[in-house]
Every structure is written in structure tokens, then in C-alpha cells.
């Protein structure tokens, strides 16, 4: 029987790009739980095959629902990975309520669920649980880095982290941990930094930079990172954290410039706007643990080429983003942003 996923948030940006990989690189069958929120598309799992993917839609904090899709769960290599959350900084700040309620809750609930059919479990979450650098720290987060997290979302992620930890301690549930860098690629929701600028230039708006953009993000495609997770799955150490990045160190004002050059823009052509309150400065993963132990490289490592492939998608793919454009620009006036 070929394995089978619970893919948990798999409408949604990097959910969707696991599920693509998956079917594309294995014979495994995936079971997505989506709640198909503001950031959750049907469409963003088009084109996969029926017999492989089945897309539930519901709330990863329904016990009964949670209990009864972990249940059918039954062979050696079958497992959780939970990738749903409420994703967004800004949008934590401005109503910090479903952060709590999905990151916590719907962990918990998941949890509790691989605890009673003892499923195996993998946890996604981010580097922002470790707060931020200065941008001359010599070093970069490791998986001994203490959690100091900045914004309500981040704090959510690392409470669910420690969730996972105490399960895995206290009841022996069978669960992995990865924190990951900033995420870019195709099917990301336009509230994000990379595809608001890319959709404001097909539009015509100048890109909008918070402060001065000297703040440093660690880019990985989202393709690298399912590659990692399944490397995880199929290799890491139960009880094990694993940080997944690509060297991907850049500059909000550099990002900006790129997508500006993509465009025929000139390099200046862009706005300063209010800046994020808290804002993390920067964020570096040194990922050498998932490289040495498990032996995983990141396939993407020309930057621009990545972010020119994205480009493309959006050209190429308005249908799917446009719905979302006007009303995430409506809810940017209101902070100027
Ligand atoms: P996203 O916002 O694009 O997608 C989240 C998905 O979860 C959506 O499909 C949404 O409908 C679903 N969802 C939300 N609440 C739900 C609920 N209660 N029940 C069921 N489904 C629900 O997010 P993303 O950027 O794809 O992030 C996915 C995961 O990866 C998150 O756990 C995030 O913390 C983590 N992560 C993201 C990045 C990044 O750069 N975007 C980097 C590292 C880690
Ligand atoms: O590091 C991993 C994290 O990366 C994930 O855990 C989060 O889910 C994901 O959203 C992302 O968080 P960031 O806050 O880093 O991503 P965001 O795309 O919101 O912003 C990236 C940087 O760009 C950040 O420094 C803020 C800045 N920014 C953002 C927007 C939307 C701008 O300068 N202008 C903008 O319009």
C-alpha cells in the first residue's frame, strides 16, 4: 500500500507546493485538511490527480473531524504533516485571536489525535521563533538558539514548537520539528512581501518598502523546502529539530531592486511606507545539521532566477491572485502601509 499523508494547510502556499512534490516525486497519497481561509485556494491544488489528493475542508481544531482523519491513518510510513497556521505578522498585529486559536489549538488538537493512533507527526514551523539578529552577528540561528519570538504570530509558532516538544517527552508521540527561513515561489498570497511588489508593478503601483528596507530576510524556494520536510520524514531522528535554509541572505531594499530591474523600472521607483511595529531586522538559518545528517542540498541556488520563474507565474497567473489584490490593499491603506 503506498504511504499516506494527512497534509494539514496544503491549500496553502507551501502546503501546496509539498503536495505538488510529493505526487511529482513519490507514490504517496495525500489527504489535505484545509480550511480554505483568506490564504487557503482550491485552485492552488489544480491539476493533481483525483486518485492521489482529496482535499477536506475543515478546521484542524475540530477533534472529531482531526480524530477521524488521523484514525484512517494506518500503515508504517503514514504520517501527519502540519503545515496550517494563520502564516501573516501584520496581519497578528492588527487581531492576534485566530493566531492563537489555530497555531495552539489546532496543534494541540493534531497533537492529542497522533497521540492516541500513534501516527507519526511532522512539525513545520518558522525561524521567527528565535526573534532576530543584528546584522553583523557572526552567528547564525542554529537548533540550540534560544526561542525569543517578536510578534503575536511568531509567539503562536513557538508555543505550537513547545507543544510538539512536550508531546514527544511526555507521551512518547512520535514527531519531528522544522523551522524554516522565508519561503518565495508560485502561489503565495499576494498579502506577502515578493508577490505584493511583483502584482503592484503588473499593476502599476510603485512597491511598497517598510522603513528604510535595510531589514534581511534568508530566501528559500518553496520547492527546497518541501524537499527537506520529505528528507525529514523519511530520515530525521524522531524527537529531532531541523532547520531548513539556503544561504538565501538578502535586503528588503536588494529584493525590491530586483523585481524593479525584472520590471524595466528604474532602481528608485519605489515608496517608503510606516514600518512593521517590532519588526524583526534579520533572520539567518545555519542549516548544517540537515545538511550533514540527512544529506539534503537545496536544488534553487541562483536567487534571481528563482524570483524571475515567479515573476512569470504571476504574469502568467492573474485569475488566481487578482480576487485577493484589492482587498489586502485596502487593509495596507488603513496602516499606511
Ligand atoms: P499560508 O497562509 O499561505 O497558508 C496557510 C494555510 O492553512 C491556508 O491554506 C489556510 O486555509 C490553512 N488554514 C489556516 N487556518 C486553518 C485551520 N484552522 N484549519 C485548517 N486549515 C487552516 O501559509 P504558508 O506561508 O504556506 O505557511 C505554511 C506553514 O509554514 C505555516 O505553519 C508557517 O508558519 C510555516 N512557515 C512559513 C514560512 C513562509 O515563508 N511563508 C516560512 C517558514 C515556515
Ligand atoms: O521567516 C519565516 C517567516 O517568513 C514565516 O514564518 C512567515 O509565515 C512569513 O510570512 C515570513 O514572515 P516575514 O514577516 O518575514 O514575511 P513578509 O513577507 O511579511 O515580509 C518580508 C519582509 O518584507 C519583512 O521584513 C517585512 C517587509 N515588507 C513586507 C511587506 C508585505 C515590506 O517591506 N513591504 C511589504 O509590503
Redesign the pocket.
Known amino acids: 500500500m503506498p504511504r499516506h499523508l494527512l497534509v494539514?494547510?496544503g491549500?496553502?502556499?507551501?502546503?501546496s507546493a509539498f503536495v505538488h512534490h510529493v505526487v511529482t516525486t513519490t507514490d504517496a497519497h495525500v489527504t489535505v485538511?484545509?480550511?480554505?481561509?483568506y490564504?487557503?485556494h482550491r485552485e492552488s491544488l489544480a491539476g493533481l490527480p483525483e486518485e492521489r489528493v482529496r482535499l477536506v475542508v475543515?478546521?484542524?481544531?475540530d477533534q472529531g473531524l482531526v480524530d477521524e482523519l488521523v484514525g484512517s491513518l494506518t500503515g508504517e510510513d503514514d504520517a501527519i504533516v502540519h503545515?496550517?497556521?494563520?502564516?501573516?505578522n501584520d496581519n497578528s498585529l492588527n487581531d492576534p485571536s485566530p493566531f492563537l486559536?489555530?497555531n495552539l489549538i489546532?496543534t494541540f488538537t493534531l497533537l492529542e489525535a497522533a497521540r492516541r493512533h500513534d501516527v507519526r507527526f511532522h512539525h513545520?514551523?518558522?525561524?521567527e521563533v528565535y526573534g532576530d539578529l543584528e546584522l553583523d552577528d557572526p552567528v547564525r540561528f542554529t537548533e540550540h538558539t534560544a526561542y525569543n519570538p517578536s510578534s503575536p504570530y511568531s509567539a503562536s509558532?513557538a508555543g505550537s514548537d513547545m507543544l510538539v516538544r512536550a508531546w514527544v517527552r511526555s507521551f512518547g508521540v512520535q514527531a519531528t520539528i522544522s523551522n524554516?527561513?522565508?519561503?518565495y515561489g508560485p502561489r503565495?498570497?499576494v498579502e506577502?512581501f515578493i508577490p505584493r511588489q511583483i502584482t503592484n508593478l503588473i499593476d502599476g503601483i510603485r512597491p511598497r518598502l517598510y522603513g528604510a528596507g535595510l531589514n534581511v530576510r534568508d530566501w528559500i524556494h518553496a520547492d527546497d523546502h518541501s524537499s527537506a520536510v520529505l528528507a525529514i520524514l523519511d530520515r530525521g531522528r524522531i524527537g529531532e529539530t531541523y532547520l531548513i535554509g539556503a544561504d538565501g541572505e538578502k535586503n528588503n531594499l536588494e529584493v525590491v531592486q530586483m523585481i524593479l530591474e525584472a520590471f524595466g523600472r528604474p532602481a528608485d521607483d519605489f515608496d517608503h511606507v510606516t514600518d512593521r511595529p517590532g519588526h524583526d531586522l534579520r533572520y539567518a538559518i545555519d542549516s548544517t545539521k540537515l545538511r550533514e545528517e540527512l544529506g539534503w542540498t537545496p536544488s534553487f541556488q541562483d536567487f534571481e532566477a528563482g524570483l524571475a520563474a515567479t515573476i512569470d507565474w504571476y504574469r502568467e497567473n492573474e485569475a488566481w491572485w487578482r480576487p485577493q489584490k484589492a482587498e489586502t490593499e485596502a487593509k495596507y491603506a488603513k496602516t499606511g502601509q
Open positions: 494539514t494547510g491549500a496553502g502556499f507551501i502546503g485538511l484545509d480550511k480554505l481561509t490564504a487557503g475543515g478546521d484542524v481544531a503545515y496550517a497556521a494563520e502564516s501573516h486559536t489555530t489546532g513545520i514551523s518558522t525561524d509558532k524554516c527561513s522565508n519561503n503565495q498570497h506577502k
